[in-house]
T-cell receptor, first 114, second 113 residues
Framework: EAGVAQSPRYKIIEKRQSVAFWCNPISGHATLYWYQQILGQGPKLLIQ????????DSQLPKDRFSAERLKGVDSTLKIQPAKLEDSAVYLC????????????FGSGTRLTVV | GDSVTQMEGPVTLSEEAFLTINCTYT??????LFWYVQYPGEGLQLLLK?????DKGSNKGFEATYRKETTSFHLEKGSVQVSDSAVYFC????????????FGTGTRLKVLA
């Protein structure tokens, strides 16, 4: 079974630039999550989708972050404009339902804002 | 709000040593508790879980017991190997049923041959 695919693996941008990350979840997984993992901290949930609807985006900085899930499958997370404090690993995860069964994380995209 | 606190690392052990990584939590009700492991360059992998008080989760020689009276979920392994070198995260999901993981800050384990 293929895992959760994310791209790119690494990205370096200057502050105030924009950036987008892509995630392809495991086939058939209805729920998709984006987490932010700052160095030295545990991952923090940014947004949760159920199919193509948003379930929880309470910790998403909506003034600069946006996310969408196209046709309930792939998802993109965008930051515009980026700040230095956005430097982190952005993890995508998916699960079959609303529980933890089959909850699988991707390898992440490491963003460095300079 | 709900939170997880785990011991700071790095933890450095010799091969075959006994491992304990402490984890305590703050949550209302009865959360589910998890240990995840992150090997270098890889994604987070579920190591073990416990969904109710006194449950013991186990996998690959690792164990953790859900202790509600001490709000703890300490990770233990009797004899570590070099291949266990990784970052270990304690996490919970709230009893409200949402599967929004709340993670601790992670503990890096380095095992020396």
């Amino acid at each position: 079974e293929a895992g959760v695919a994310q791209s790119p693996r690494y990205k370096i941008i200057e502050k105030r630039q924009s950036v987008a990350f892509w995630c392809n979840p495991i086939s058939g997984h209805a729920t998709l999550y984006w987490y932010q993992q700052i160095l030295g901290q545990g991952p923090k949930l940014l947004i949760q989708f159920q199919n193509n609807g948003v379930v929880d985006d309470s910790q998403l900085p909506k003034d600069r972050f946006s996310a969408e899930r196209l046709k309930g499958v792939d998802s993109t997370l965008k930051i515009q404009p980026a700040k230095l404090e956005d430097s982190a690993v952005y993890l995508c995860a998916s699960s079959a339902g609303t529980g933890y069964y089959g909850y699988t994380f991707g390898s992440g995209t490491r963003l460095t804002v300079v | 709000g709900d939170s997880v606190t785990q011991m700071e690392g790095p933890v450095t052990l010799s091969e075959e040593a006994f491992l304990t990584i402490n984890c305590t939590y703050t949550a209302t009700g009865y959360p589910s508790l998890f240990w995840y492991v992150q090997y270098p360059g890889e994604g987070l992998q579920l190591l073990l879980k416990a969904t109710k008080a006194d449950d013991k989760g186990s996998n690959k020689g690792f164990e953790a017991t859900y202790r509600k009276e001490t709000t703890s979920f300490h990770l233990e392994k009797g004899s570590v190997q070099v291949s266990d070198s990784a970052v270990y995260f304690c996490a919970l999901t709230p009893s409200s049923g949402t599967y929004k993981y709340i993670f601790g800050t992670g503990t890096r384990l380095k095992v020396l041959a």
